[in-house]
């Protein structure tokens, strides 16, 4: 029988303890998460807020917290992420590389520099969409020799290697993975 009172009283508690966390709003947990990335540098926050305004069309405050994480924190992920925002602005947060050909020239080079810089860092995801932008010339000429150098990278790398060794012959199917 005391145990039956021991198991009640523990889920009663655990219950107690999940409900207040529900009861939290998803804007003060979004609020905690910028406060946390932007005070400690905190990276798992950051890339716990860029999961939960993904879906909002929020590119601003993204690109306002991506920069703040960069310049002060030197974060890998804020590379793409600032990319990402500048040219979802164009598109109402909608992310599309051949979006870059609508920004002036000077948020473009800013858009690219990021991207460049990351790339130069082997940033996956950087190497990925400079790639693509060589490769398609978005905002700018197209340029083979640049987008297969950053190919050949791509198809050293160990997660992603096979997928772009196989679609060597046919680049534009790794247009679907970013």
Do not use: H, W
Not at 84 to 107: A, C, H, T, W
Not at 146 to 172: C, H, M, P, T, W
Request: hydrophobic residues 30%.
């Amino acid at each position: 029988m005391r145990k039956i009172i021991i198991m009640i009283l523990l889920t009663f508690v655990s219950c107690t303890k999940t409900k207040r966390v529900d009861e939290k709003s998803r804007c003060e947990v979004i609020q905690d998460l910028k406060i946390q990335a932007i005070t400690k540098g905190d990276e798992s926050a950051y890339g716990t807020y860029l999961d939960f305004t993904s879906q909002d069309k929020n590119y601003y405050d993204v690109l306002t917290i991506s920069l703040i994480m960069n310049q002060k924190y030197k974060s890998k992920k804020s590379y793409y992420q600032i990319f990402r925002s500048i040219v979802s602005i164009k598109k109402e947060g909608i992310y599309e590389p051949k979006q870059i050909e609508r920004l002036s020239k000077v948020d473009r080079n800013y858009a690219l520099y990021y991207l460049k810089e990351g790339a130069k860092l082997n940033i996956v995801n950087c190497q990925v969409a400079l790639e693509k932008v060589y490769r398609n010339g978005y905002g700018s000429k197209v340029e083979f020799n640049k987008s297969d150098s950053v190919y050949k990278i791509l198809e050293n790398n160990k997660a992603l290697g096979d997928f772009y060794r196989r679609n060597r012959k046919n680049k534009s199917n790794v247009d679907e993975i970013n």
